[in-house]
């Protein structure tokens, strides 16, 4: 049956032809794969050049026809005896076999980074994450459709509570409760996209936004040769460079005006040969950064560098760059096997050339570091020398990025630049710094609606949310805050701003950030955010400063049952390291019953740096789990009557409310106190107060003991209580054995002692309750004991003498 399609699916397809930009359609329904073959149908109708090519991914299972091949030889030899009957053959088949579709694994994504489709569908939602999510949307050309299929879903509202793949690997023994609130967020945000559609597999368009009400046709901007401006301009550049080598070749294989530019400035500090330059090119995923290194390199090549060394994170890194000076090669008329040789080789030796070996830099003249800011700072420092260094780093994106490199290193080399050129006398030997930004994407045009709301979700574009902070208050004046994780992914426009906020702390502190983050931060259940604030003045609708972000995971309370399994299987299960490596490592089973918490990652502002705010929120942190809460303060007496008139029911209304508020907290395990039979007393009486019991007579008699001194004492006992309690379940001497002075002698000897091996990334210290006096005598006693002998063997060697 034939049925008209909305015109606004069409308008938008249009649209995104027209601008090159990228749509996003979200087909729900048991029949949603059918209506790909209408989606890719009108796109390929819009689409001037060859039909638009596809990337299907999927998690384990297509669910296609098992007879693929005998099916696609019946069709081929109908297409070519001309008997093929559209209206008779099954569309969905037809578009499997003549559409040219790429299958992927969402576990083989890494290999399609690269690539560029006009198409791309994504299958099996509960096995996408955050990584997956940008990874294969990013490789969608612009004016291409991104097609989300989510099947069985009863309501839009049921992928709140859809189980992820990804929540197996949150879940703890302690811990097994996962929330979806990555889901919630990801739903909400769709309604902020202005080039997604949400529809049924009928094409029948779900309103679940006020702009998928009014998608109206762009007008076309172009001029006669259907150029927009940007393509204008990168084509007068190089005509305008047409003439002059090694530039002119070179540029032709630009995408944008931003890599054009790039690869000048490359040039020019390729062609000064005076071998004191720095160029440090930043720019988003997607940008041509390693393409435009390639360029480079061919064109020093070209000029007479001999000794170019090229490094990175992974080997895997580099496919890019390569392939483009292979293409640079190939623009400058170098052939292949005359001019140059490619070596290809699967030997694990040559994958050593890692950035540690810096040692091995003593005759370079060209040094390209592609990808820094996925390489720990001080080896980067470690890298700069008296050569040409070339320097690309991904500021945000979805693989290994931090803005620790641009906030420190570029930041102390642009000073070192700026002092240079002062001074006439360190200006001729002083080195060079130039930094490159680019902000034009290869694949589609500036302005994507897909980019915007793909940075705003995954927080990718956290580089400008980090505000300056107008007051730096004393570490006394500032509180530690619990961030309730409902609130802070709940979408809300205060909300966005301050998780917007945290995360570009962590951008700015960390090296190596990914998205998964972001849904380890949203959905672990033993993980939790705290944040350290200055004063909060309530009155100034305003978010505070964040001064410093903390976020821990609760580990330990792992059965003995379960440490002896993990012992003998030599399997470590995800979660709860610390308990699970000293079980590793010492054969301990008592260990791992023990509760803690470890902090997982903890950012200060860079502008509060070295001032204490990290150290506070420790100390903080460490007095909350300690249960060393504040104390309540007295109540201010002066302004209040001295016998206010309070009614009966107002009171016991307003108690049952603060009841409720305490059991709430209780329950969550926000308050390190059991129920006492004070408590137990006033929820029984809040229970008889809304009886009807008239026949009840109570003897009331004068207490002896005022409201305040019987409050202290219950405070007092609870407080011992806990103390004692505490006391009981953790044992300072038992900690003692795996307790370490000395950083080397006695750590291989409790090594020794445990017959095991340390694994990487395994180190964990505990400190011990041993004072500086101790360790003091031991030592005395050490040198005496070693003067002692060495008395005693001078005294036998003078003994064998006189015998001889």
Not at 294 to 318: D, H, K, Q, R, W
Not at 490 to 501: A, I, P, T, V
Request: with cysteine.
């Amino acid at each position: 049956m034939r049925k008209k399609v909305d015109e606004r699916i069409r308008t938008l397809i249009e649209n995104g032809v027209k601008a090159r930009h990228r749509s996003m359609f979200v087909v729900i329904g048991d029949k949603s794969r059918d209506q790909i073959v209408n989606l890719h149908y009108m796109l390929s109708k819009s689409v001037v050049k060859s039909r638009p090519s596809v990337l299907w991914c999927y998690k384990d299972k297509l669910e296609l026809s098992s007879h693929k091949k005998k099916r696609a030889k019946q069709v081929k030899k109908l297409m070519q005896r001309g008997l093929l009957d559209p209206e008779k053959v099954d569309p969905f088949s037809l578009f499997v076999e003549t559409a040219g579709i790429t299958y992927c694994l969402y576990r083989d994504s890494e290999r399609i980074l690269g690539n560029t489709f006009g198409m791309c569908i994504l299958q099996d939602f509960e096995a996408l994450t955050p990584n997956l999510l940008a990874r294969t949307i990013e490789t969608v050309e612009g004016g291409g459709l991104i097609v989300l299929l989510l099947r069985s879903l009863s309501s839009l509202t049921s992928l709140y509570t859809m189980v992820m793949d990804v929540h197996e690997r949150f879940r703890t023994e302690s811990h097994s409760q996962a929330a979806g609130r990555f889901n919630e967020r990801f739903l909400l945000s769709l309604a902020s996209c202005k080039a997604c559609i949400v529809m049924d597999d009928e094409l029948n368009i779900l309103p679940i936004s006020s702009h998928m009400k009014s998608i109206t046709q762009l007008p076309v901007r172009e001029d006669s040769e259907g150029l927009s401006e940007a393509e204008r301009e990168l084509k007068n550049l190089k005509e305008q460079l047409n003439d002059d080598f090694p530039v002119g070749p070179l540029i032709k294989k630009c995408c944008t005006m931003d890599q054009g530019k790039a690869v000048i400035t490359f040039l020019d500090a390729i062609l000064d040969k005076t071998l004191r330059s720095t160029v440090a090119l930043l720019a988003a995923r997607g940008r041509g950064k390693s393409a435009a290194l390639g360029l480079a390199i061919a064109g020093a090549v070209a000029a007479g560098y001999s000794n170019i060394f090229v490094t990175a994170p992974s080997p895997e890194n580099l496919k890019t760059l390569f392939d483009f000076v292979c293409k640079g090669f190939d623009m400058l008329e170098y052939k292949e096997h005359l001019d140059y040789d490619v070596v290809k080789s699967t030997n694990p030796d040559l994958k050593k050339a890692t950035p540690h070996e810096h040692e091995k830099l003593s005759q370079v003249e060209l040094l390209v570091v592609d990808e820094a800011a996925a390489i720990p700072l001080p080896v980067v420092r470690s890298l700069l020398g008296p050569y040409l260094v070339f320097l690309s780093s991904t500021v945000n994106g979805y693989e290994g990025t931090g803005r620790s490199l641009s906030l420190k290193l570029l930041q102390q080399l642009e000073e070192q630049n700026q002092i240079s050129s002062r001074s006439a006398e360190t200006a001729a030997s002083g080195r060079l710094f130039k930094k490159i930004e680019l902000s034009e994407s290869i694949r589609y045009a500036s302005g994507d609606p897909i980019e915007s709301w793909l940075n705003a979700l995954l927080c990718l574009d956290v580089a400008t949310s980090i505000p300056t902070i107008s007051r730096l208050p004393p570490t006394s004046e500032c509180d530690l805050y619990y961030v309730n994780r409902d609130t802070l992914f709940s979408y809300h426009k205060d909300s966005e701003l301050f998780l917007q906020r945290m995360m570009a702390l962590y951008v700015a502190s960390h090296y190596k950030n990914s998205p998964n983050d972001l849904q380890l931060m949203a959905d672990a259940p033993a993980h939790h955010l705290f944040v350290l604030l200055g004063p909060v003045d309530e009155s100034k609708n305003h978010l505070p400063d964040i001064l410093c972000v903390i976020q821990i995971s609760f580990e330990g309370q792992i059965s003995r049952k379960s440490s002896i399994k993990s012992l003998s299987s030599g399997h470590q299960p995800s979660g709860d390291q610390i308990p699970w490596k000293f079980c590793q490592q010492f054969g301990d089973t008592v260990f791992p019953s023990l509760s803690g918490a470890r902090i997982v990652r903890i950012a200060t502002h860079p502008n509060a740096m070295r001032l204490g705010y990290g150290s506070a929120a420790v100390e903080l942190l460490t007095r909350y789990f300690d249960g060393q809460l504040t104390q309540i303060s007295e109540l201010d007496v002066e302004g209040l009557p001295e016998n206010p008139e309070v009614r009966v029911i107002e009171a016991a209304e307003k108690t049952e409310e603060f009841i409720n508020d305490l059991a709430i907290a209780y329950f969550k395990e926000k308050i390190l106190v059991t129920l006492s039979y004070a408590q137990a007393s006033v929820l029984l009486c809040m229970g008889l107060q809304k009886k009807d019991i008239s026949s009840i007579e109570i003897p009331m008699e004068p207490h002896p003991i005022s409201v305040e001194e019987d409050l202290n004492d219950a405070g007092k006992q609870v407080k011992d209580d806990m103390k004692s309690k505490l006391d009981g379940s953790l044992n300072p001497d038992l900690l003692q054995q795996y307790a370490i002075l000395d950083k080397e002698a006695e750590f291989e000897n409790a090594l020794q002692n445990s017959g095991a091996k340390v694994l990487s990334g395994g180190l964990v210290s505990i400190k011990s309750n041993r004072n500086k006096n101790d360790k003091h005598g031991k030592e005395i006693e050490k040198q005496k004991s070693e003067k002692k002998r060495n008395k005693h063997d001078n005294s036998s060697k003078s003994n064998k003498r006189r015998k001889s």
